[in-house]
Structure formats: C-alpha cells, structure tokens
C-alpha cells in the first residue's frame, strides 16, 4: 500500500498543468506535498484529490473567459460606458453668430445752395393774345424755368426775373400769327416779334418749332424765349461766326443757321454784352 501511494504523487504532479496565471500557485503547491514526508500513507491519497479540485477550479475559470457573455461585454459598443449606461449625446459645436448687416443710409439732402445777391430785378406778366387760356399755365411754367436757368439771361443770379401779376417791367404774350401779323411794325404772322415792352411768342411756333430747327421742340421754346428777350434786353441780331460753331442765340435761327449749330443759350460774348448795357458785374 506504501508503495502505491508513494508512486501515484510524481506522476499526478507531472501531467497536470493549471490555467495560465495559476500554474505557478499549483506546480508549487504539488512541489510541497511531495517534498513532505510520506510515512502517513493518506497524505498522498489527499495530494491526488487537491490537485484534482484545482484542476477542475481551472478549467472552469477558462470556460467562463470564455463564454458568450464575456465576450458580449468586452465587445461592447463604444458609445455605451463600462456599466451599459448610455453616453452622453455629443453637443455641436456652437455656432458664430452671423454677422449684422447694418441698415442702408439714407443719402444726406443736399446742401442748400445760396445763390448771389442779385444786382438788378426785372418783373415781367405772362399773357394770351388770341391764344387757349388754357395754355398759359405750362407756357408760364417753360418762360420761368427758362429765365430762372443759370445758362441764361440771369448771369447765374446777377440778374433775377420773377412773374408778376400786375404789370411788370415787360410782358410775354403767347399769340396767334394772326393777331402777330396785324400788330405790323415789322412783325410778321410766320414768326415771333418783340415790340416795346411785348415780347410776343408766335402760338404755330411754340406748338410745331421752325423748319430748320435740329433740336427738340423744348429746346426750341427756350431759344426763341432768350432770343426775343433778348432783343428786349437791348441786343439786335447777329450771324454766324464761322461754320460749325454754336450759333449765338440773337442770330435767326429759326430762319437759317448759316452754317453754325443750333444753340440754345447765350454765348459768353451775348452774356458779357447784357452785362454792360444793364452795369452788371460777371
């Protein structure tokens, strides 16, 4: 009997090899028990039965590391934490606010412009002589915007010429060729006329303009404006300076330009003259 029990140890103790991280634990636990003496007998029967527990405590700790569920938890998703809970939701980056536009300017009003003392005043009535009443509103309104533009007879304020009611300085009166042609003095029913204080505006004319006449009908009633103001003024007529030049606006341009341009307004030279004979300074 002593002679089985002291044989079984060596050969138990040789194959049984423990779970990793346990075998060193074991092998030394065998290595005691056969180091101790074996005069008892029972002492190697209990040898035999420990390492058979741990045997078994081994494998069944390798079983569950290996299980299913293990491998469920070391496989959980990463956006769970350890405990199963779930994390926290990620939070967008917070936004810059989009830059305010500011609201439109409204334009500063212009600089009221102060206009020169004038240095002499003229006053004058608008008239209908066999012409529309209906007419004279808007004939007024194109004699004063006329009068009142800086290119004309005002040497830009020197001179002001306001509408008067009453009797004024002079009178422009909007008539028919008729009754032109029957004032006579040299005036004659195709075009207009000044004579004394009146300054007569023939009615065909201001409708239709003179044949020869190159710019638009507006333009036309400006320049037959300054053109028998301007004899009132005390210009007479002129001619054509030189072919292609701006006719002067007391040259007969509504009967030939004689090579020149059709103008408008006054020229320097026309402008200079008012100024002399009325003592102006420009």
Same mark, same amino acid.
């Given at each position: 009997?002593?002679?089985?029990?002291?044989?079984?140890?060596?050969?138990?103790?040789?194959?049984?090899?423990?779970?990793?991280?346990?075998?060193?634990?074991?092998?030394?636990?065998?290595?005691?028990?056969?180091?101790?003496?074996?005069?008892?007998?029972?002492?190697?029967?209990?040898?035999?039965?420990?390492? $058979?527990?741990?045997?078994?405590?081994? $494998?069944?700790?390798?079983?569950?590391?290996?299980?299913?569920?293990?491998?469920?938890?070391?496989?959980?998703?990463?956006?769970?934490?350890?405990?199963?809970?779930?994390?926290?939701?990620?939070?967008?980056?917070?936004?810059?606010? $989009?830059?305010?536009?500011?609201?439109?300017?409204?334009?500063?009003?212009?600089?009221?412009?102060?206009?020169?003392?004038? %240095?002499?005043?003229?006053?004058?009535?608008?008239?209908?002589?066999?012409?529309?009443?209906?007419?004279?509103?808007?004939?007024?309104?194109?004699?004063?915007?006329?009068? $009142?533009?800086?290119?004309?007879?005002?040497?830009?304020?020197?001179?002001?010429?306001?509408?008067?009611?009453?009797?004024?300085?002079?009178?422009?009166?909007?008539?028919?060729?008729?009754?032109?042609?029957?004032?006579?003095?040299?005036?004659?029913?195709?075009?207009?006329?000044?004579?004394?204080? %009146?300054?007569?505006?023939?009615?065909?004319?201001?409708?239709?303009?003179?044949?020869?006449?190159?710019?638009?009908?507006?333009?036309?009633?400006?320049?037959?404006?300054?053109?028998?103001?301007?004899?009132?003024?005390?210009?007479?007529?002129?001619?054509?300076?030189?072919?292609?030049?701006?006719?002067?606006?007391? /040259? /007969?341009?509504?009967?030939?330009?004689?090579?020149?341009?059709?103008?408008?307004?006054?020229?320097?030279?026309?402008?200079?003259?008012?100024?002399?004979?009325?003592?102006?300074?420009?």
């Amino acid at each position: 009997m002593r002679a089985l029990s002291r044989a079984r140890p060596p050969i138990v103790g040789a194959r049984l090899s423990p779970a990793p991280g346990l075998a060193a634990r074991f092998t030394t636990h065998v290595e005691v028990e056969r180091s101790a003496p074996t005069d008892g007998g029972p002492r190697g029967v209990y040898v035999v039965a420990a390492v $058979a527990v741990v045997t078994l405590c081994a $494998a069944l700790l390798a079983g569950s590391a290996d299980s299913p569920v293990a491998r469920r938890r070391s496989t959980a998703p990463l956006g769970k934490s350890g405990d199963g809970a779930a994390a926290a939701p990620r939070q967008p980056a917070p936004r810059e606010p $989009a830059p305010q536009k500011s609201a439109p300017r409204e334009p500063a009003p212009p600089e009221p412009v102060e206009r020169a003392p004038a %240095q002499l005043r003229f006053t004058y009535s608008v008239e209908a002589l066999e012409a529309p009443a209906a007419k004279l509103p808007a004939f007024a309104d194109s004699v004063a915007a006329t009068l $009142a533009d800086a290119r004309g007879w005002g040497l830009g304020g020197a001179i002001r010429f306001t509408e008067t009611s009453a009797p004024g300085d002079f009178e422009i009166v909007l008539a028919s060729p008729a009754a032109i042609g029957a004032i006579g003095s040299g005036c004659s029913p195709t075009w207009s006329c000044r004579l004394g204080s %009146q300054v007569l505006i023939n009615l065909r004319r201001w409708n239709t303009g003179a044949p020869g006449w190159d710019l638009s009908l507006g333009e036309y009633r400006s320049y037959v404006v300054n053109h028998e103001v301007g004899h009132w003024l005390g210009l007479g007529h002129t001619s054509c300076p030189r072919p292609n030049a701006s006719a002067p606006v007391m /040259q /007969q341009q509504s009967k030939d330009r004689e090579g020149c341009v059709n103008n408008v307004w006054p020229l320097r030279s026309e402008l200079r003259s008012v100024a002399g004979l009325h003592g102006v300074d420009v």
